[in-house]
């Protein structure tokens, strides 16, 4: 039989309130009720929009989403036949707040949009584009994926839900994300995806109450517990002080790249942008040049389209994409100058 103990003495339910108070703490939530975990920010993602989104609904996004967002809205609009407006970035991936009160329609619902570009690291005008929205009547919906865990914020007024990732900036494993709802949101989003939760269980329906209307099946207790321990790590060191560091190492290897034969796309400001850098080298095979960097020197980096080909178009990278360097608070300023030397020796010799 199932005592239903789990890691520490703990059973699922306390360590999944544990983990939720961390991110209730992080994102500004008091009721722990209103942080929902599930397989990740795609998921989450999905879940929101399907949720949210009626035949004959109008959605405003950017033209640097990820596909985490790109996908669900084209699938819905391919079914559910929902209407997308892609607000028109600029080549660097900022965005005129302006464009949300020029594009806004009688049949316009939500607007979700990525905090930060997970190509270019340009940080969007969040706060003026949701005020917008909200002047308007709109749903807000915020990707946070490229954010949390390296910017402090907070969910707000203008604000309805934070998606967020648990394996990058917050440090967590894969397979644990989730999101953060505001007061009131969770009742207008309709549950997508249904199945046990061990509550109400002589219904047929979904629970109708949080986070059971939007928890359905086995959660990832383990993915769960190295998340909220990862956050609680977070807290106490600051996200104020990972935020200084990862500027200063963006600013260090966006001053040691200029000299070298690629270019930058991006914001090219380590103030304005993730500690994310993308580069174009003109005329090379960039899958051989990123192995290069790694089998000779250790280097390990992403190439070409990184799941965000309305971010390439925006700037101008199709169909090659860039290479991708980015760092973190464990990042320390030697390897900043190691991965400079070694991509200064593969671009001689290529």
Excluded at 54 to 77: C, F, K, M, Q, W
Excluded at 309 to 315: F, Q, V
Excluded at 325 to 343: K, N, V
Aim: net charge negative; charged share 20%.
């Amino acid at each position: 039989m199932n005592s239903g103990r789990n890691i520490d003495g703990l059973d699922d339910a306390a360590i999944l309130l544990r983990s939720r108070l961390m991110l209730g703490r992080l994102f500004g939530v008091d009721n722990p009720s209103r942080v929902v975990f599930t397989s990740g920010v795609t998921a989450s993602l999905n879940m929101l929009l399907w949720g949210m989104l009626e035949a004959g609904d109008h959605v405003l996004s950017t033209s640097i989403e990820h596909n985490a967002v790109a996908r669900p809205l084209t699938l819905l609009r391919k079914t559910k036949g929902i209407e997308v407006t892609w607000l028109e970035c600029e080549p660097d991936g900022t965005l005129d707040p302006a464009l949300v009160d020029a594009h806004v329609r009688k049949n316009t619902r939500l607007l979700v949009m990525s905090h930060a570009s997970n190509v270019l690291g340009s940080i969007l005008p969040v706060a003026s584009c949701f005020e917008a929205a909200k002047r308007h009547g709109l749903m807000t919906v915020l990707d946070s994926a490229q954010t949390a865990g390296g910017i402090d914020f907070r969910l707000d007024a203008n604000t309805d839900v934070i998606a967020f990732s648990g394996h990058k900036g917050l440090g967590g494993l894969g397979g644990a994300g989730g999101f953060v709802l505001g007061d009131g949101i969770g009742a207008k989003i309709h549950p997508w995806l249904t199945g046990g939760t061990g509550s109400v269980s002589h219904e047929l329906d979904q629970p109708d109450f949080l986070p059971d209307k939007f928890e359905p099946g086995t959660p990832n207790t383990v993915g769960i517990l190295a998340l909220g321990a990862s956050v609680e790590e977070l807290c106490e060191i600051g996200i104020a002080t990972i935020r200084e560091k990862e500027v200063r190492l963006t600013r260090r290897f966006l001053d040691g790249v200029r000299g070298l034969p690629a270019v930058v796309h991006g914001a090219g400001d380590a103030d304005k942008s993730m500690p994310v850098v993308s580069l174009a080298v003109p005329g090379a095979d960039l899958a051989v040049l990123a192995r290069r960097l790694y089998d000779e020197h250790g280097i390990l980096i992403r190439c070409g389209l990184h799941c965000s080909p309305l971010a390439h178009r925006t700037a101008g990278t199709l169909p090659q994409g860039t290479l991708r360097f980015s760092f973190g608070y464990a990042t320390t300023e030697q390897e900043i100058d190691l991965a400079l030397a070694a991509l200064e020796r593969v671009l001689s010799r290529r």
